[in-house]
């Protein structure tokens, strides 16, 4: 089996978990916050906040925010359920922004359209959350400059994006947002096993990230009500959650860090290879933006219906799956879900999305991946949807 992900782990990486195993610290440790650090570095900010998981870090990322019972949150309704979620758990009023059919980013002419209708109703999101899909980055300066007009805060959600860039500048760097959140599952570009990270430039809101991971707890005097009682003493100043990182994932996440631009050049070739092998068939990619570089954590396409009848893409799907190829879809649209359907989402609210989800299929996509792993997909899929290259 060809998965459609699969995690790259070194020699060096299990030396750097068995060195963690053998130090004084698991977890709250110096290796949480050299992570921290290589993340940062990498992106360009000043600040990295790691926590325990993605989701973990949409909901810390928010609650810095101030985004509280009643606010208004938009994303994409192409992504994984988190990124909706996350506004949730915070009290918030979840709403989607249609997609670019090219791309299956957020589409900022309809991010725009919808803005002019919500100011007229009062309306207006408190923050908007961009989903770099699949790598690729959103067009983050249009929809930065959105929000300077309409007075939204911005949460890139890049759990896709990490050794991708825009305009020159690398995913993460917090050019066009408040903050950046980052995963770092097995399927992700690095990992640490399950882990996730925010990076800002704001140290405010590093700090209120940094204390919301830990019950909200602070040893720190300046920031307790009333004088501390000693070194052991410490102060609950809010509600927070044990979203904590361990030394042991933060070990492995540093050590991959080290292989980022060789797993970035990897997923390029690979993406060029499919590229050019697919060349022919009855499907299309997504669209590459000019203005930046993907970090290709998924390969996607979008089969055309009519011209590979009577094949479908489930056939596709299962044919490709019998072979041996562990292709997937991502995403089912947030707004389709039952619990989302729930809130009010109907089917047709968001018409691209739920055309591109009806259509796309993901081919695997990882640095391991052997050239002739490529031509094996790509001849797997010629053979399910009965066109000859």
């Given amino acids: 089996m060809i998965p459609y992900g699969r995690q790259s782990i070194s020699e060096e990486d299990i030396a750097a978990v068995v060195e963690v195993l053998r130090s004084d610290y698991l977890t709250q440790g110096p290796a949480v916050e050299r992570f921290e650090t290589a993340v940062a570095s990498y992106c360009g900010t000043k600040h990295g906040v790691a926590v325990s998981n993605g989701t973990a870090a949409l909901h810390a990322a928010l609650k810095a925010l101030d985004v509280r019972h009643g606010d208004r949150v938009w994303t994409s309704p192409i ?106 599952h097995p399927v992700k570009i690095v990992t640490s096993g399950e882990g996730g990270m925010i990076t800002t430039n704001n140290a405010e809101l590093a700090s209120r990230m940094a204390q919301f991971r830990t019950h909200g707890i602070t040893r720190d005097p300046a920031k307790m009500m009333g004088e501390s009682e000693g070194p052991w003493y410490y102060q609950q100043t809010e509600l927070g959650f044990n979203y904590r ?25 690979i993406a060029d290879l499919y590229d050019q092998a697919l060349a022919g068939l009855p499907l299309k990619p997504l669209s590459r933006d000019p203005r930046g570089v993907s970090a290709w954590h998924l ?25 041996g190829i562990g292709v997937n879809v991502h995403y089912i649209p947030v707004h389709l879900q039952p619990d989302y359907q729930r809130l009010g989402f109907e089917t047709g609210m968001f018409p691209e999305a739920e055309r591109y989800y009806q259509e796309c299929l993901t081919l695997p996509m990882f640095p391991a991946m052997k050239d002739e792993d490529v031509f094996r997909v790509c001849k797997s899929l010629e053979q399910a949807v009965g066109a000859p290259l």
Avoid at 104 to 111: D, E, F, S, V, Y
Avoid at 306 to 317: E, K, L, N, Q
């Fill in 245 to 269: 990182m361990t030394d042991i994932q933060a070990a492995l996440g540093t050590s991959q860090m080290t292989r980022l631009e060789a797993f970035s050049k990897r997923r390029r070739e």
């Fill in 79 to 184: 992504t994984f359920v988190a990124s909706a979620n996350a506004a949730r758990y915070c009290g918030a009023k979840v709403d989607f922004v249609d997609v670019d059919p090219a791309t299956a980013n957020m589409c900022p002419g309809r991010l725009a359209a919808k803005l002019e209708s919500s100011e007229k109703t009062g309306t207006l999101p408190k923050v908007v959350i961009p989903v770099h899909f699949a790598g690729q980055s959103c067009p983050m300066d249009e929809i930065h400059a959105l929000g300077q007009r309409y007075g939204f805060r911005i949460v890139e959600d890049a759990a896709h994006g990490l050794g991708g860039s825009y305009l020159n500048e690398r995913i993460g760097n917090c050019r066009w947002a408040d903050l950046v959140t980052h995963s770092f």
């Fill in 299 to 323: 390969y996607m396409i979008r089969l055309d219906a009519d011209a590979i009848r009577p094949a479908t893409r489930a056939s596709v799907f299962e044919r490709m799956r019998h072979q």
